[in-house]
T-cell receptor, first 109, second 117 residues
Framework: GIQVEQSPPDLILQEGANSTLRCNFS?????LQWFHQNPWGQLINLFY???GTKQNGRLSATTVATERYSLLYISSSQTTDSGVYFC???????????FGAGTTVTVRA | GAVVSQHPSWVICKSGTSVKIECRSL??????MFWYRQFPKQSLMLMAT?????????EQGVEKDKFLINHASLTLSTLTVTSAHPEDSSFYIC?????????????FGPGTRLTVL
């Protein structure tokens, strides 16, 4: 099956700092989503981004489908940004999502 | 929009009992719902896919008779963990999708934490 690798596995930030999370995938995809899992376990949709660039407030994402990677940018980080960020992809001819291992982000005040 | 709820949020049960978890799409009709399992500090693993009115499709290694899935309507899917054992303790998350078999955003419920004593 498709492989999804996220880096770094852990990230500690000072409040106000910027950061970049990366997601590499091993095959072509129909769909790529970024999620934030808060400390209570709720998965929050951040972006549906099979290709191109999107922005939502302090977050933005870019997917380069031809090179099989996606980046999630967090700017001016806040303590509420803490949690686990997952990248998930939907391979061609399959509507199931495969998740990466996640990046655990800790933002310190 | 696109809100998915789960009930209960958490449940503690004795070994050998069965537990039912409900997943509802509150403001849209979900042709497809997915059930995931997440162990502490790990990623989500897909257990099964359910389409309204048809049998669920289970991932390799998931016991069909242990994890019964019913998708009786376009807004409700249930997961029943039968004869639960401590190793079934986990965080169970459902998601719902608008369209069957085509790329679409999945919307996730808040999860159900199951502890089997």
């Amino acid at each position: 099956g498709i492989q999804v690798e996220q880096s770094p596995p852990d990230l500690i930030l000072q409040e106000g700092a910027n950061s970049t999370l990366r997601c590499n995938f091993s095959d072509s995809v129909n769909n790529l989503q970024w999620f934030h899992q808060n400390p209570w376990g709720q998965l929050i949709n951040l972006f549906y981004i099979p290709s191109g660039t999107k922005q939502n407030g302090r977050l933005s994402a870019t997917t380069v489908a031809t090179e099989r990677y996606s980046l999630l940018y967090i700017s001016s980080s806040q303590t509420t940004d803490s949690g686990v960020y997952f990248c998930a992809v939907e391979p061609l001819n399959d509507y199931k999502l495969s998740f990466g291992a996640g990046t655990t982000v800790t933002v310190r005040a | 929009g696109a809100v998915v709820s789960q009930h209960p949020s958490w449940v503690i049960c004795k070994s050998g009992t069965s537990v039912k978890i409900e997943c509802r799409s509150l403001d849209f009709q979900a042709t497809t719902m997915f059930w995931y399992r997440q162990f502490p500090k790990q990623s989500l693993m897909l257990m099964a896919t359910s389409n309204e009115g048809s049998k669920a499709t289970y991932e390799q290694g998931v016991e069909k008779d242990k994890f019964l899935i019913n998708h009786a309507s376009l807004t409700l899917s249930t997961l029943t963990v039968t004869s639960a054992h401590p190793e079934d303790s986990s965080f169970y998350i459902c998601s719902a999708s608008l369209r069957q078999g085509v790329p679409d955003t999945q919307y996730f419920g808040p999860g159900t934490r199951l502890t089997v004593l």
